[in-house]
T-cell receptor, first 118, second 114 residues
Framework: GAVVSQHPSWVICKSGTSVKIECRSLDFQATTMFWYRQFPKQSLMLMATSNEGSKATYEQGVEKDKFLINHASLTLSTLTVTSAHPEDSSFYIC???FGAGVGSGELFFGEGSRLTVL | AQKVTQAQTEISVVEKEDVTLDCVYETRDTTYYLFWYKQPPSGELVFLIRRNSFDEQNEISGRYSWNFQKSTSSFNFTITASQVVDSAVYFCALSPSGTYKYIFGTGTRLKVLA
């Protein structure tokens, strides 16, 4: 079946540094990918929709300058957390749309990336 | 407004007991999809089922079954003869047709005790 892979699965960084998380669709082309954020013991909140070859669409309240999203190819989207601070520590999960046309509905999720900012 | 409510934050059962996880959703759309995902401690989301709004047939897959009641806007999930490996957080999600945006519930943490 379709597989979405994220890298790194976990990362620890110092406050003020930038961290890049990659999301790859391994056996299908994903025109659209989504980035979610999950705080401990909480639900997944959609951060942004990433479309190949165009700018990402951010959800209300998500700082686009803080969370840079690039979807340069049909199999790769990246999320860069810029100037990370401890409050950015979270579990970030990407998902990719599989199937063409409106309404196919199903997304495949990556394994998630746990970011800890010291 | 679109919303998914999972009122049970945590459930504990003893192995072999049956358990039902509740999911109530709100949407004004006539076409939408409902999902259940399992999130084990490792964090990845495991797809369990997708149901579109026009298909109210209940579904059974092994020990898992789902009851979709459009009249009450509910999509409940039952695990029969629970096992320790079923311990995880289970999320119900709603996706309006065509958007691919998932609205997740807050999740239900299921603990199955040996």
């Amino acid at each position: 079946g379709a597989v979405v892979s994220q890298h790194p699965s976990w990362v620890i960084c110092k406050s003020g540094t930038s961290v890049k998380i990659e999301c790859r669709s391994l056996d299908f082309q994903a025109t659209t990918m989504f980035w979610y954020r999950q705080f401990p013991k909480q639900s997944l909140m959609l951060m942004a929709t990433s479309n190949e070859g165009s700018k990402a669409t951010y959800e209300q309240g998500v700082e686009k300058d803080k969370f840079l999203i690039n979807h340069a190819s049909l199999t790769l989207s990246t999320l860069t957390v810029t100037s990370a601070h401890p409050e950015d520590s979270s579990f970030y999960i990407c998902s990719a749309r599989f199937g063409a046309g409106v309404g196919s509905g199903e997304l495949f999720f990556g394994e998630g990336s746990r970011l800890t900012v010291l | 407004a679109q919303k998914v409510t999972q009122a049970q934050t945590e459930i504990s059962v003893v192995e072999k007991e049956d358990v039902t996880l509740d999911c109530v959703y709100e949407t004004r759309d006539t076409t939408y999809y409902l999902f259940w995902y399992k999130q084990p401690p490792s964090g990845e989301l495991v797809f369990l089922i997708r149901r579109n709004s026009f298909d109210e047939q209940n579904e059974i897959s092994g020990r898992y079954s789902w009851n979709f009641q459009k009249s009450t806007s509910s999509f409940n999930f039952t695990i029969t003869a629970s096992q320790v490996v079923d311990s995880a957080v289970y999320f119900c999600a709603l996706s309006p047709s065509g958007t691919y945006k998932y609205i997740f519930g807050t999740g239900t943490r299921l603990k199955v005790l040996a």
